[in-house]
Structure formats: structure tokens, C-alpha cells
């Protein structure tokens, strides 16, 4: 055979084996887990607030400590407000940044207690809002994650589907 059958041959066989390399085989072997983008508690709790929450705007403070930011002006989120034996509880979904973000808050006595958090459920930043004061980071990483699991306690309870 001449050098060029052999070359378009090999090409043939390039071609005819190129789409059964672009195959994956993660589903032959036994069950593979879903892929959530999100937890599915934290899918389900970003439904629930875009079905039933309200339109609202935050002001700029408090997300800004949290690394929040629109530019200083206020932030735009879906709330969804419930109240608890212990008193209001509001989750807020921002999307500000491309991606989906909770800031869970209540009010205990006079001050705000604001959580951050991913859909994963994981406290980023927790924020102390006194009603006439100045927002600050919570330090006390015990208190801050202890109030963290009652509010999204709270609010598992509340999801459809749990």
C-alpha cells in the first residue's frame, strides 16, 4: 500500500473513533449520584423563596460586611418571612453576584442577627445589627454557629419535600 492509503485509512479510523471517545462511561458502572448544582435542601429552599417570597431591597450595610456589594446602592433579593415561637425569622435569596446566596436574619431583643450563607448551607459571615448602631461582624464563632442552626432549623422545617 502506498503511503497515502495508509494516511487516509488511519484518518478514517480517527474519525470513526472520535465520537466513542467523547462518550463518558460514569453511568455503566453501577449507580452514579445526581449532580446538584445546589444541596437538594438548598434547591428546595431557593424554589420555595422564588414561588412564594417577595421582592424587596436590602439596604447596603450589612451586605457589604458580608462581601455583598452592589456598588453602594441597596441589594436586590426575594424574601420569605415566617414567624417562629421565638420570634420573625427571614431568609432573603441574593443573586447578586451570578450565583444563589442566603442571608438568613432574626431579631433578638434590639439587635439583628444576619448569617450568610451558600446553598450549601454554609455560614460564610454572621452579622450583629444593633437597631441603633452600627452593623458588625460577629466574632464569637460558637454563638454565631449555634444561632446559624436554629435559623436554618427553622426553616427545614418549612421546606416541602424534606
Not at 93 to 108: A, C, D, G, M, S
Not at 136 to 153: K, P, R, V
Request: aromatic share 8%.
Amino acid at each position: 500500500m502506498t503511503h497515502s492509503v495508509l494516511a487516509r485509512r488511519a484518518l478514517l479510523i480517527a474519525a470513526l473513533g472520535l465520537p466513542a471517545g467523547a462518550c463518558t462511561t460514569s453511568g455503566l458502572f453501577g449507580q452514579s449520584s445526581p449532580h446538584y448544582t445546589l444541596s437538594p435542601r438548598g434547591d428546595r429552599l431557593v424554589r420555595l423563596i422564588q414561588t412564594t417570597g417577595k421582592d424587596n431591597m436590602m439596604a447596603p450595610e450589612v451586605p457589604a460586611l458580608m462581601g455583598i456589594t452592589n456598588e453602594g446602592r441597596d441589594i436586590p433579593v426575594r424574601q420569605l418571612a415566617d414567624d417562629g415561637t421565638d420570634g420573625r425569622y427571614v431568609v432573603s435569596l441574593v443573586n447578586i453576584r451570578k450565583i444563589h446566596e442566603f442571608i438568613f436574619h432574626r431579631r433578638q431583643a434590639n439587635v439583628l442577627i444576619l448569617h450568610h450563607s451558600d446553598t450549601r448551607f454554609t455560614r460564610l459571615e454572621s452579622v450583629r445589627y444593633p437597631r441603633d448602631g452600627k452593623p458588625t461582624l460577629i466574632t464569637d464563632i460558637a454563638f454565631a454557629e449555634s444561632d446559624f442552626q436554629q435559623q436554618i432549623a427553622f426553616w427545614f422545617n418549612r421546606i416541602p419535600g424534606r
